[in-house]
C-alpha cells in the first residue's frame, strides 16, 4: 500500500466454466440427442481489503475507512451481476 493511501481494495476477477450434456440414445434410429448446460461462474478472488497501520481495528478513523472499501466491494459485486447478465 503506498505511503498516502489509507485504505485499499486488492482483487482479481476471476471465472470457471462446467460444460456437462445429458442425452439419450433414440432406439430405432440409433441417433444421439444430447441436452447441453453452460454454468458460468465468475468471483472477485480472493478479494483483500486493507486499512492504514495508523488506524488500529475499533478506532473511528479505522471504521470510516473501512466503510469507504466495503462501497468499492459493492461496486464489484454491481460489476459482477452486469456481467452476468451481458
Known amino acids: 500500500m ?14 470457471s466454466a462446467e460444460f456437462t450434456a445429458k ?6 434410429s ?5 441436452r447441453p448446460s453452460l454454468k458460468v461462474t465468475l468471483s472477485f478472488k ?4 486493507y486499512v ?4 488500529p481495528q475499533g478506532s473511528c478513523e ?3 475507512t473501512m466503510g469507504h472499501e466495503m462501497k468499492h466491494i ?8 452486469d456481467l ?3
Open 46 to 49: 480472493p478479494t483483500t481489503v
Open 74 to 81: 459493492a461496486v464489484y459485486q454491481r460489476y459482477l451481476d
Open 2 to 15: 503506498s505511503q498516502d493511501a489509507l485504505g485499499l481494495v486488492e482483487t482479481k476477477l476471476a471465472g
Open 30 to 34: 440409433g441417433r444421439y440427442c444430447t
Open 62 to 64: 479505522f471504521d470510516i
Open 23 to 28: 442425452g439419450i440414445v433414440k432406439p430405432l
Open 52 to 55: 492504514a497501520r495508523q488506524y
Open 84 to 86: 452476468a447478465v451481458e
